[in-house]
């Protein structure tokens, strides 16, 4: 097949994703609303090209090429489709950032450069990236050995075909060195609402900063991150094996949970009706509003996930609540509307896509009214 | 009947008037939800009595006898009930201010004194206020010229029977010089949000002031009145007559009529989705909020108002918007809990009921969904 017509594939295939989510926002193992997915992801160069900044286009397309080769064979990724960024539009490469598949950076980078991923986005590989190869996968809930597993996985497949770049001393090499050793940066999404609101969250940062652990809101700076989400993640490549990362990943996540479960409970046992009051407004705002803002839609979602986590409103799986998220995002109100939309545009598209969306759920018995 | 007796049955009447709303929030003759009600009031004296401070208890509860005598004869007022606001509580009395029946004054002053009204609070006579008689009719839409005839009427009736004080050259005589000569006060009730929102009302308050007419907000001061319901009337009861009065009142009421339609129209053709958006959150909050203060709900309602104005929501009849204005006001939160309530609980009742009220109005195909 002329490779032209696999991109047009390509391309036809990344429009249909617009209409149903990752199976990673499944809500599965979800810790009571708060913890909503884990990420593993391995930086890995082939030791044959230059990294970085060195590397030319000849030669990118050399390593695409590689890889493309080299995946074909591994049974982890063999069914997975590549889409080459050059040949997607801006609206097209912001889609696959929204749906967490590639970075901002690979978006907007320059060159030879793609992501090859399953059809249910668990596992992706960016492909020059800052490194040549990011294995990403994404699982579930608190669901970080899985996530885990499946990068480890795919890396041990590709490494029998791919001869990667390694030093006994430091172990992976990588374009910046902190992803040199284990490569590997695991990463949990949570919803941490009780700890904004009680002021705790400042502490918590500190705290976590000083373990070695980065924490950085996932849509906005730190403690004021629209809709209270957090991204928690290792800060050390070196002098750790993979299994330790995973194991303190999860104790410090755990942890956290742990302090948001029991923020949630002591501001229902102080303030029970401003909770309910707060958790019904934004139900009632998201099912009625003509305009939203994307961070004004992510703080009311945020209210409703605490709804859910406390029980105080039912029928709304996590599930439906992240997908919500990820369908309300620029790229996917202008996939799904065939058009670029002006912000105001947006807004009014986001909020009928929430409306409905939300009738929907009630329809089929959700609790929402 | 000995008298005690009499005032118990009327404060079981009064108890079962929480459930009702006055007839004249039937929302008829409406004029696009902008004009709520139409009042007129006559003050009266009987000569044989001093006015004002000077009257003793003694000769006050002889006034309160000479008028329920006067009264029991005509056929407009034979029967209504009287309640004497010195055997009421506290929270009566305001419920009898929270629907218009009484003045703030007559619920706070001493001595003898009371109120004789119809069942359907159409027609009042305040007994011993700060005139010995103050007549009263309410009606709905903009009915002016019917609550004139009907304080007319009954004013023709009680003249038979009682001697009112009158000057040849003043006209009635009253307690203060400024209701001297027609003792006649005409009011109109007005929701006015574009005016207030486009900030015409400034310019427009002037301009009334200029024509001898007083504006003043329902609920609050100036143009920041809440709910945006503003009372017009007429300033001066000297040197017109009664029909002048009337019809200048309704002339000033259709041109504020025509300026809000105008000012609702442009709201509409250059900021629709604003607008909509306004509207329905005020719904979707009315319908979801745990706790509701007195001023946001009062806000809230009147941007569903211009919802119904506008013709952007249907199913909720005027008269429903007008009786929830009634229901949640203190007093009424309190005799329908049967006791005094903190103001936080009165926001947390006046959610319940809101949102109860709305659930009854969509069950019975309204179009609040």
Redesign the interface.
């Known amino acids: 097949m002329p490779r032209r017509m696999v991109d047009e594939v390509a391309a036809m295939k990344l429009q249909s994703l617009v209409a149903s989510a990752p199976s990673w926002l499944s809500g599965d193992d979800d810790a009571v609303g708060i913890v909503i997915s884990c990420r593993a992801r391995l930086a890995r160069n082939v030791s044959t090209y230059p990294f970085g900044a060195k590397i030319t286009e000849d030669e990118q397309a050399q390593v695409v090429a590689s890889v493309l080769a080299a995946a074909k064979g591994c049974k982890h990724i063999s069914a997975a489709t590549f889409y080459n960024l050059e040949l997607l539009d801006k609206n097209e490469r912001r889609l696959l950032v929204e749906r967490h598949l590639i970075s901002p950076n690979l978006a907007d980078a320059k060159g030879q450069r793609g992501v090859l991923f399953n059809s249910d986005e668990s596992l992706s590989v960016m492909i020059n990236e800052e490194d040549h190869l990011r294995i990403q996968a994404i699982s579930p809930g608190l669901q970080a050995a899985a996530a885990w597993g499946k990068v480890n996985a795919l890396d041990d497949e590709l490494g029998l075909k791919l001869e990667c770049a390694f030093s006994e001393d430091l172990g992976f090499l990588t374009a910046c060195p902190t992803n040199t050793g284990t490569g590997l940066r695991l990463s949990v999404l949570m919803h941490l609402p009780a700890l904004v609101l009680t002021q705790d969250m400042e502490r918590v940062l500190q705290g976590l900063s000083q373990m070695s652990f980065t924490v950085r809101g996932v849509y906005g700076e730190g403690t004021n991150a629209a809709g209270n989400l957090f991204q928690v993640s290792n800060q050390s490549t070196l002098g750790q094996s993979e299994q330790e990362i995973v194991d303190g990943l999860l104790e410090v996540a755990r942890k956290l949970v742990e302090y948001e479960r029991d923020g949630q409970e002591t501001l229902l046992a102080e303030a029970r009706?401003?909770v309910?009051?707060k958790v019904?407004?934004a139900?009632?705002?998201l099912?009625?509003?003509?305009?939203l803002s994307s961070q004004e839609f992510m703080n009311l979602l945020s209210a409703v996930r605490l709804g859910l986590s406390l029980d105080l409103i039912s029928g709304l799986p996590s599930r439906f609540v992240n997908q919500l998220m990820i369908v309300t995002q620029p790229a996917h109100l202008q996939a799904e509307a065939g058009q670029r939309l002006e912000p105001?545009e947006r807004d009014?598209r986001r909020?009928t896509i929430v409306r409905r969306k939300l009738e929907e759920a009630d329809a089929h018995g959700g609790g929402a009214?």
Chains 1, 2 share one sequence.
């Not at 099912?287 to 305009?291: D, E, I, L, P, Q």
């Open positions: 009706s401003q309910e009051d019904w407004r139900l009632g705002l099912s009625n509003a003509r305009v105001d009014s909020a009214a």
